[in-house]
Nanobody
């Protein structure tokens, strides 16, 4: 079991930026950022492997950037040009080995962070 600790959420105005952090207690193969807005399903927004390969949901491409610091076992989600529709609770999730399941599928992940709230006002 890998413990994940998130930080960096907050409130910003539309067009602003935030950076989320996810620090893992042990080895991870892939870390994925999910978000869940009130009344909506949880969705995957960005993923990064421990070799730095990334992928993004269409809704955040060009605005969000996933990165990592392997020395610190920390992954980051830089969120720029934020929109009110980005308002959600953001979670990081990790797995410890490759899988044939899509990275955006929640069932793939056994390790989850506690979540951090992001609120974007118009």
């Amino acid at each position: 079991q890998v413990q994940l600790v998130e930080s960096g959420g907050g409130s910003v105005q539309a067009g602003g930026s935030l950076r989320l952090s996810c620090t893992a207690s042990g080895y991870t193969f892939r870390v994925t950022w999910f978000r869940q807005a009130p009344g909506k399903e949880r969705e995957g927004v960005a993923t990064i492997t421990n070799s730095g390969t990334t992928d993004y949901a269409d809704s955040v491409k060009g605005r969000f950037t996933a990165s990592l610091d392997n020395d610190e076992n920390t992954q980051y989600l830089q969120m720029n040009s934020l929109k009110p529709e980005d308002t959600a609770m953001y979670y990081c999730a990790a797995d410890t080995r490759p899988s044939g399941t899509s990275w955006s599928r929640q069932s793939r992940y056994k390790n989850w962070g506690q979540g951090t709230q992001v609120t974007v006002s118009s």
